[in-house]
């Protein structure tokens, strides 16, 4: 819906300078002369398309975290609701973010609840988010909840740039060598077999392979490359399926060295999350669902969707999570210990405590293990190559001499 900026006089002859949601611009005239304002001018803003990857574009995680954490300071001074939401927008660098508040706020103003507003932008405010907030509103302890998403924003947000800087780095220097690898194919060993060919003589047996291989890349590259491409857009199909989505995960969570990494990720997502959603005072049935769907993994979710309907009949949460054999015996035991003892909370603030410092310690060791391998890998390959184009040069100075 389009968003107009407008200034006008209140009945005091204040200037209000603001931003209302309408359908066209007559409708928005209509509001504000409801609200009894004489209208000065009046002009549409330019739409920014929000994008649908996490937050939006131009709405960073950063940025929604310093929004959680001033919207509740400003809670909990005692500054309505509404004028919180109005001095936030003013203050924002980004468009797409101060049109969402801006129409957050007029929601607000004309009678809706925040999280009410707030569902209505869901690729920026989370089904977690928006549910915290309505606990918030429930209990009265609204600035309490909105400060403590954002400490959970923060947390999840810095466990995702560690498990990226783990899978940046070796994905950058294996790329660097498969290129330097296939400069030397497609362009340097072409160039030595037409010296060789000059010379005349039996090359090498490596060198004959080297060439050999250096042919054949350069005669079918172009096929490899198409061949390639098809198989990437087949297995990106495949992956949006259910079954393909399935084995995927699976995969993700079993594969050698990133696999331990990626379940300890997801172990702690779990416990932050749910720990957050009950400590806030969502229904347990409410949180796990919400946990859920918010994993990012169907294995995840199918063995949290178990637990749900377990407790829907009367079992525990951590019989379901021990059947699946998802989560690590240490986890379903402590969450166990924790259901008997009724601080369920504090056992799942304690294992994501010490998974998320898990986490530090395997993304640490992948990348002191990982260095060495692609770094000797590098070295063996290149050097393999520049060997077997030398060693013709090598017989021949012997030959000479």
């Not at 936030?88 to 049109?99: G, V």
């Not at 087949?234 to 990494?261: A, C, H, M, Y």
């Not at 172990?267 to 347990?284: N, Y």
Request: charged share 20%.
């Amino acid at each position: 819906m389009p968003i107009f900026k407008y200034v006008a006089k209140d009945d005091e002859g204040n200037t209000v300078n603001d931003f209302i949601e309408a359908k066209d611009e007559m409708v928005a005239l209509d509001m504000l002369r409801v609200k009894n304002l004489i209208i000065i001018s009046i002009s549409q803003q330019k739409q920014v398309k929000v994008s649908k990857r996490f937050g939006s574009k131009g709405v960073k995680g950063e940025e929604l975290v310093i929004f959680s954490r001033q919207l509740a300071t400003m809670v909990n001074a005692g500054i309505p609701l509404v004028q919180s939401l109005d001095i936030l927008s003013e203050q924002m660098d980004s468009i797409n973010f101060r049109q969402v508040v801006t129409t957050v706020r007029g929601d607000v103003e004309s009678g809706s609840s925040l999280s009410a507003a707030l569902e209505k932008h869901p690729k920026i405010f989370t089904l977690l988010y928006t549910n915290m907030v309505k606990a918030g509103e429930t209990s009265g302890m609204l600035d309490e909840i909105l400060d403590r998403l954002a400490g959970y924003l923060e947390k999840n947000g810095s466990l995702q740039r560690k498990v990226k800087s783990a899978m940046v780095y070796p994905a950058v220097v294996s790329l660097m060598a498969m290129s330097i690898t296939l400069v030397l194919l497609l362009k340097v060993i072409p160039t030595f077999k037409e010296i060789f060919s000059t010379l005349g003589g039996t090359l090498p047996l490596p060198t004959q392979i080297l060439i050999g291989v250096s042919d054949t890349l350069r005669k079918y590259f172009l096929y490899a490359v198409i061949s390639l491409g098809l198989i990437g857009v087949g297995i990106g199909k495949l992956v949006q399926t259910p079954k393909g989505r399935r084995k995927l995960d699976e995969l993700k969570l079993n594969i050698p060295v990133f696999g331990p990494l990626l379940r300890k990720v997801a172990v702690a997502r779990f416990s932050r999350t749910l720990s957050t959603l009950i400590r806030s005072g969502v229904p347990i049935l409410g949180a796990l669902e919400i946990v859920g769907k918010t994993s990012g993994n169907v294995v995840i979710e199918d063995a949290v969707e178990k637990a749900r309907i377990g407790i829907r009949e009367g079992e525990s949460i951590s019989a379901p999570l021990a059947m699946s054999k998802a989560f690590p015996p240490m986890v379903t035991r402590m969450i166990s210990v924790g259901e008997e003892s009724g601080e369920l909370e504090k056992m799942l603030t304690k294992i994501a405590d010490f998974y998320e410092d898990q986490v530090d310690a395997a993304v640490s060791g992948l990348t002191s293990l990982i260095e060495p391998l692609i770094i000797a890998f590098l070295g063996i390959v290149v050097g393999s190559i520049v060997i077997a184009m030398f060693l013709p040069i090598f017989k021949l100075t012997e030959l000479i001499g």
